[in-house]
């Protein structure tokens, strides 16, 4: 019995070290979640370079060139990276996103023109990949104040397009 059990903690400590070190990291650390929150917005907008002629527009922006407007129903999913706070069980509390999101970007977008209503598209073709960015842009340093970090600005423009920015 007493050989058998020194044979165990030999055997024990000559594999300790192969243990990799993340396991006694893992049981320190919290866990890590990603949490989406999608908000909507309906908003109008043209697709043009000013140096480009109506036909060239066409040619590069398709229908989204229309010199009369037209408007999208987007989707936005904003998604924070934290961690899981072990007495709450939240990365963070949803409304207070929610409210960061509506503040920042949705007062400001939602039936609105995006060529001329908006202080943070200023100057930008308001394509899909410019939304995301300018959007990650305006809502970053909130996410960082309430402890999250954010992972990932998604805009769905319509059904079958959307762009993802990571911030890169
Ligand atoms: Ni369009």
């Not at 917005?41 to 527009?57: G, I, P, Q």
Request: proline share 3%; with cysteine.
């Amino acid at each position: 019995m007493k050989g058998k059990s020194i044979a165990y903690c030999v055997d024990f400590f000559i594999k300790l070290p192969l243990i990799p070190f993340d396991i006694n990291t893992k049981i320190l650390s919290m866990p890590i979640a990603y949490l989406t929150r999608r908000e909507r917005f309906s908003s109008a907008h043209r697709l043009f370079l000013s140096e480009l002629s109506d036909d060239e527009n066409y040619k590069l922006y398709g229908q989204c060139s229309h010199p009369n407007w037209h408007g999208h129903n987007y989707e936005l999913f904003v998604t924070v990276k934290g961690d899981v706070d072990t007495k709450t069980g939240y990365v963070l509390n949803l409304k207070t996103l929610s409210a960061i999101l509506k503040e920042k970007v949705i007062s400001k977008l939602d039936h609105r023109n995006l060529n001329v209503d908006v202080d943070f598209l200023e100057g930008m073709v308001p394509t899909t990949e410019n939304l995301a960015i300018a959007i990650w842009n305006c809502i970053e340093n909130d996410i960082s104040t309430i402890g999250a970090k954010l992972h990932c600005v998604k805009v769905q423009e319509s059904e079958n397009n959307f762009i993802e920015y990571r911030g890169d």
